[in-house]
């Protein structure tokens, strides 16, 4: 996703080179892995959410929006990052894209999936905010506005990475692409720190509402989407900082060449956020449990099933 962005700071840091062709391949056995797992876990959370009608609720749009994105992340955009990664490691036996419009959107392109994915962290935990302040009203809301939510956070992550696909083409800012990156991700974490401390803050200190069962059911679900987010920013922090210092000329010169060695690590830890989402959901959510372990049952029965017929 960066590799454009190194082959404009060549004389800053080393190419991604640095990882020999037996390396490579490791790694890139190791994304595939991740890849697949992810796209399956998230496959199967998104079907459970539409199928299980007790888990359909206004409340979980932004949830199934996030595995979607997730869903995405591991089965599109790192597929297009193992793909470029390819061709700094000299895989390849074809020429990489030329420079142009084709090679951008490769480039570029693949943001909107990972991006997509912090920005519906940012409105859950803005969503989840409103649930504990104002939880009679947060129960009164229509279904648009969680649709609208849910649209909205996807056309901010295209608007994002078209702006990121613009600057690759265009060069408007040099390896501006990923300070536009950073900087959006920066405001997706300053949101969702300042959300979560306002809730802790306020079931700390506020006065226990009515109806302590709707708010005890709130509460768990604000739990377990507060372990869902800390896990996937714990993953995917250390990409970014390590991209920074890629990119950071001085005073980083030192770290940013040894930064570069790490660089299939630290992809490979923050694609495995995209599986950790349908596990915590499992772990925490018994409800989302049921509902898997019945799906995948019933699926069993059917094949079995079938083969018995078809046997028969």
């Known amino acids: 996703m960066y590799n454009d962005s190194l082959d404009k700071q060549n004389e800053t840091v080393e190419p ?3 990882f020999s062709p037996n390396e490579c391949i490791g790694w890139f056995v190791v ?3 991740v890849g697949v797992a992810a796209t399956t876990f998230n496959v199967l959370t998104v079907i459970v959410y539409l199928l299980e009608q007790r888990l359909r609720k206004r409340t979980m749009y932004l949830v199934i929006s996030l595995a979607v994105a997730d869903m995405c992340a591991g089965g599109i955009s790192l597929a297009i990052e193992v793909s470029m990664s390819g061709f700094s490691c000299g895989l390849w036996k074809i020429d990489p894209p030329p420079k142009g419009v084709w090679r951008t959107i490769l480039i570029g392109g693949p943001f909107v999936f990972p991006m ?4 519906n ?3 859950i935990s803005l969503e989840r905010t409103h649930a504990t302040f104002r939880p009679f009203q947060h129960r009164l809301l229509k279904k648009w506005v969680f649709g609208a939510a849910v649209a909205a956070v996807w056309i901010f992550a295209v608007l994002s990475a078209s702006y990121i696909c613009l600057d690759l083409l265009f060069t ?5 692409e990923f300070y536009s ?3 959006i991700l920066s405001f997706c974490v300053f949101v969702i720190a300042v959300s979560y401390v306002s809730i802790v803050g306020k079931m700390l200190c506020g006065t226990q509402p009515q109806h302590q069962r709707a708010v005890s059911r709130e509460r768990k679900l604000t739990k377990t989407l ?6 996937s920013l714990t993953l995917i922090l250390p990409y970014v900082i ?6 950071s000329k001085q005073p980083f010169y030192a770290l940013s060449c040894q930064t570069l060695h790490l660089y299939f690590p630290l992809i490979s830890l923050a694609f495995v956020n995209s599986m950790v989402n349908p596990i915590l959901y499992a772990l925490r959510i018994p409800e989302f449990k049921r509902a898997l372990v019945s799906f995948l049952s019933f699926r069993s029965r059917a094949e079995a099933a079938t083969t018995g017929f078809a046997n028969g």
């Open 226 to 231: 507060f372990t869902v987010t800390v896990a």
């Open 242 to 247: 390590g991209f920074f210092l890629i990119f």
């Open 181 to 183: 990156y950073l900087s």
């Open 16 to 18: 991604l080179t640095t």
């Open 31 to 33: 994304l595939a892995i």
């Open 116 to 119: 997509a994915s912090v920005i």
């Open 121 to 123: 962290l940012a409105a």
């Open 172 to 176: 408007l800012s040099g390896p501006g």
